[in-house]
Each structure stands twice: as structure tokens, then as C-alpha cells.
């Protein structure tokens, strides 16, 4: 059996398409007007639609029973681009007990999004901040090879290589 998407219902399908695409930068793979595929992996239903495919079972809205998450190495400036665009916040940029920056908020039908760093961008802003790659693995709970690879890595995008 293979693991197709996650798949999650949105009351106006248009609205929730322009908010995907625009605020979280997905690239649509498929619209098949009442349920729309984006290329990382997930999927807008229209809520309407879905209810009769689930013999009219309740869709209940802001349930806060699951999320989908994404990653982007500033946080911080995408927390203020949410803000200009009066998203509604769980809470704003808080710091995981791993380090991992992150922000959770809600989508326009209350569905949870997370926004966190990548554990690579972790290990390397650690690493900028002084901290050695044991006490990068100390705090992260990540090993020693993967923080030495994921600063090897960073330091390669941030030169261009």
C-alpha cells in the first residue's frame, strides 16, 4: 500500500487555493474544481462536496485534531508577512525545546498550519551562534554526522555552491 496524500476540506475551495498558494508558496498540481492537489503532497476539498462522498457525516470546523507542516528558514519574517495578511495566530514564533523555530496558526476553514525551521537551518544557526556540533546534538537530540552534514550543507547554500 502506498500513502497517497493528506487531504483536508475548505468551505470556499478558491479562497483556500489563493491562500496556499500566495501565504505558503504551493504550486498546484491538479485542480479538479471541488478538490485541488498540490505538488508537495496535499489536498483542498470543498467541504460541500466531500460531506455527501462521506454519506453526510459532520465536518466539524476548528476540531484542532491535525495539522500539516511546512518549512521556512525565517520564521520571524514570515511571521510578519502573516501578520500584514490578518492571519489568525495560535501563537506566534516560539522556540520547540529542541531549538527548532516555529510559528502555528490557522488557515481560513481553521485547519492548524505549522511553519518551523528545517533541522538543517537549526543545526546551522547553532552553529552561528557559537555552539559547538556536540552541543548542537545535546540540545537538538539530532547525531553528530547529521549536524557536521546539515552545517556542511548550509554553509554551501549560503556561498552558492
Given at each position: 500500500m502506498k500513502f497517497a496524500c493528506s487531504l483536508i476540506t475548505v468551505e470556499d475551495i478558491n479562497f483556500s487555493r489563493q491562500f496556499y498558494e500566495k501565504l505558503?508558496?504551493?504550486?498546484?498540481?491538479?485542480?479538479f474544481g471541488e478538490n485541488v492537489v498540490f505538488e508537495s503532497g496535499f489536498s483542498i476539498h470543498s467541504k460541500s462536496h466531500f460531506s455527501k462522498l462521506i454519506n453526510g457525516q459532520e465536518i466539524v470546523k476548528g476540531a484542532n485534531n491535525f495539522e500539516l507542516y511546512f518549512e521556512y528558514d525565517d520564521v520571524d519574517a514570515f511571521v510578519k508577512e502573516l501578520k500584514e495578511n490578518k492571519v489568525e495566530f495560535i501563537h506566534e514564533t516560539k522556540e520547540q525545546p529542541w531549538g527548532q523555530k516555529i510559528v502555528r496558526f490557522y488557515d481560513p476553514d481553521k485547519n492548524i498550519i505549522e511553519v518551523g525551521e528545517s533541522l538543517e537551518f537549526l543545526s546551522f544557526r547553532l552553529f552561528e551562534e557559537g555552539k559547538s556540533v556536540e552541543e548542537i546534538s545535546e540540545i537538538t537530540s539530532m547525531p553528530n554526522q547529521f549536524v557536521k552534514e546539515a552545517i556542511l550543507r548550509m554553509k554551501n547554500i549560503k556561498q552558492g555552491i
Open positions: 505558503l508558496q504551493q504550486k498546484v498540481k491538479y485542480d
